[in-house]
């Protein structure tokens, strides 16, 4: 059986979300997940600790690309702009998934214990993100609620791109949410 | 054995937050809880389905509370002076229980799960306040973000309370959060 898998994390990712979009997360077990993509149980544990964690892989990479976009911004940015830099950076690497993303969410909204696992995940991206506002110098408190606001727009912008029909863009749908957060703040 | 309890659910309450401080809340049984409360677990799970709901018990009134306060804000007041009214409902609930929060809040830091379910809890209290926002007019998408916006304020500022002295009242730290927020994303 052994043999070399070309990306079997993407074929496992692939297959797990469609069985949880056909029979229920609930309902799935990894063996089936390793089967559909091809490969073997002690596959799919190479890759991913359980059949939850196939549904946040990625999200380190997402969260440390988010943090250097936010680092690296130019001096002179205001600290919701160096942290606009950090939506477009999520953007970019989620933007041409739409159909992914639309079937993930969907999965999301039906198991409560996954919506309360994204929500626990944005907060620590909230987190580092207030830290790289500081390496910045921006004081803690300030640092702390311009992340979790720029957090809430893009927890809400992105599920509005992703459970909508995908006209706009990611990022276009970021930039709304931003606006409309300062309208309603302002 | 049975005997009339006056306040069992508040006795329960406090008994369960001691252990929980004291030796951890992964540690404390039920039956525990129940010894130190001076009642039988029979009782502990006729007000409570288990250890964790104990603490957050009260969130439907205080969902309710909230909802109620903001649509019976006057019709002129924006949506954020609207939600601003569910705020100070809230501080007025809680106020008083600095102490309680406190040592709450340290529980839930200490234990991820509990950090979790208090951040599904307040997904669930914005959804219900942007449907308060709607019975007022105003537009799902913007009653939406400002819904989630004024939980930003409630969660962080409540959490700057309930982790610091308690020099300020929860009503004035929820104010200066929501006055910091508006600074950062004016």
Redesign the interface.
């Known amino acids: 059986m052994a043999r070399w898998e070309p990306d079997a994390a993407g074929r496992l990712r692939a297959a797990a979300l469609d069985l949880y979009v056909d029979q229920g997360y609930e309902q799935t077990t990894v063996a089936e997940i390793a089967e559909r993509a091809g490969v073997t149980a002690r596959t799919f544990f190479r890759h991913y600790a359980d059949k939850r964690e196939v549904l946040f892989a990625g999200s380190d990479v997402l969260v440390a690309r988010m943090v250097e976009a936010t680092v690296t911004a130019p001096a002179d940015a205001t600290?919701?702009d160096a942290l606009g830099r950090a939506l477009d950076v999520a953007a970019e690497m989620f933007g041409d998934g739409h159909d992914h993303s639309s079937r993930r969410q969907r999965v999301l909204h039906d198991n409560?214990e996954l919506?309360?696992?994204e929500?626990?995940k944005m907060?620590m991206l909230a987190s580092a993100l207030a830290g790289a506002l500081e390496q910045r110098g921006v004081a803690p408190?300030?640092a702390?609620?311009?992340a979790?606001?720029a957090i809430?727009v893009f927890?809400?912008g992105f599920d509005?791109w992703a459970t909508g029909p995908g006209t706009l863009s990611l990022q276009e749908t970021l930039h709304e949410?931003l606006a409309?957060?300062?309208?309603?703040?302002?």
Chains 1, 2 share one sequence.
Do not use: F, I, K, S
């Open positions: 600290p919701l409560p919506l309360e696992r929500l626990a907060a408190a300030a702390e609620m311009v979790e606001a809430t927890r809400v509005r949410a409309q957060l300062r309208t309603v703040v302002g």
